[in-house]
């Protein structure tokens, strides 16, 4: 595809993801860290969260499929996914997140498991479209063109 | 995706160069606060635990302040944060404290119990410069 076209792809693309919600300033707060010394520090926190994420939704599966649910620890698990959707700007899943800790307070085994199906299906969407702004970027710069900034 | 971000160099150069612990038990936050801090030409050491921190500490500390998030399991911030100030060693350091949640109530132990000053997560630069003025 040419340049120009996958530019505007990128900039249609990045701006749908903000207006839709799927990230907020705290993704341009990584982006701005992001320079000529440091220049895949944005694939490397995303990827950090990629990991970690999909660690943690493991681990609240795994602890809500228990006899006895343990909900301080369904609630410590929902704690550090919170925490580091928010540090990348992953607004709803960091939304999913807090309507689930409500649920961890008041033991609703019910309730958290719909938000673990929620959070994991923000998760995963915002895992996708991440991976395409991030090929999109790549494809960019192979045509020779600099990503546009959008800041 | 070029900008240059640079912080305000308030982490000196060369010998001067201040040296930051960063204590994080999440590898996000970890890099982020590392990338934040180094922007702003400090020296960092991360680890990600408290009790890594005090082995760190107990080893050589040529730290020049400690940035520690509060949540961490088996030792918080603020109990790491109390050993640091009842250590004869190691109480002259500044601790700076983050945390996700904003509960006054536990802001004002933190700082009562003698931190320097105390981080709303996710920490900007902006955040970090307002320290640059109280670690010299």
Same mark, same amino acid.
């Given at each position: 595809m040419e340049l120009g076209s996958l530019q505007r792809r990128y900039i249609d693309f990045t701006t749908a993801l903000f207006r839709e919600g799927f990230l907020d300033n705290q993704y341009t707060q990584l982006q701005q860290l992001q320079?000529?010394?440091?220049?895949?520090f944005v694939l490397e926190v995303v990827t950090l969260f990629f990991e970690d994420s999909e660690k943690l939704l493991d681990e609240l599966s795994r602890t809500l499929d228990q006899?006895?649910?343990d909900y301080k620890k369904v609630d410590a698990h929902v704690h550090q996914l919170k925490g580091s959707s928010a540090s990348i700007g992953a607004q709803r899943v960091k939304n999913v997140c807090m309507a689930f800790r409500n649920f961890c307070e008041e033991r609703n085994q019910e309730g958290c498991l719909r938000c673990l199906q929620q959070v994991r299906q923000e998760y995963f969407l915002v895992k996708s479209k991440l991976e395409t702004l991030f090929r999109l970027e790549k494809q960019i710069l192979a045509a020779g063109g600099s990503v546009p900034v959008l800041w | 995706m070029s900008s240059s971000r640079g &912080?305000? #160099?308030?982490? &000196?150069? #060369?010998?001067?160069q201040i040296h930051v612990l960063a204590v994080d038990d999440s590898s996000v936050d970890r890099a982020m606060i590392a990338r934040i801090l180094r922007s702003s030409k400090y020296r960092v050491t991360t680890v990600d635990s408290g009790k890594k921190a005090l082995e760190l500490l107990g080893l050589e500390?040529?730290?020049n302040m400690i940035i520690t998030d509060?949540?961490?399991?088996?030792?918080?911030g603020y109990e790491l944060l109390k050993r640091v100030k009842e250590s004869s060693e190691l109480r002259e350091i500044p601790v700076v404290i983050m945390s996700s949640e904003n509960v006054p109530n536990r802001i004002n132990r933190c700082l009562a119990e003698g931190a320097e000053d105390f981080l709303l997560k996710p920490v900007r630069p902006s955040d970090v410069s307002r320290l640059c003025s109280r670690i010299r």
């Open positions: 320079d000529e010394s440091n220049p895949e006899q006895v649910v | &912080g305000n #160099g308030c982490g &000196g150069e #060369g010998e001067r500390p040529d730290v509060y949540w961490m399991p088996e030792m918080t």
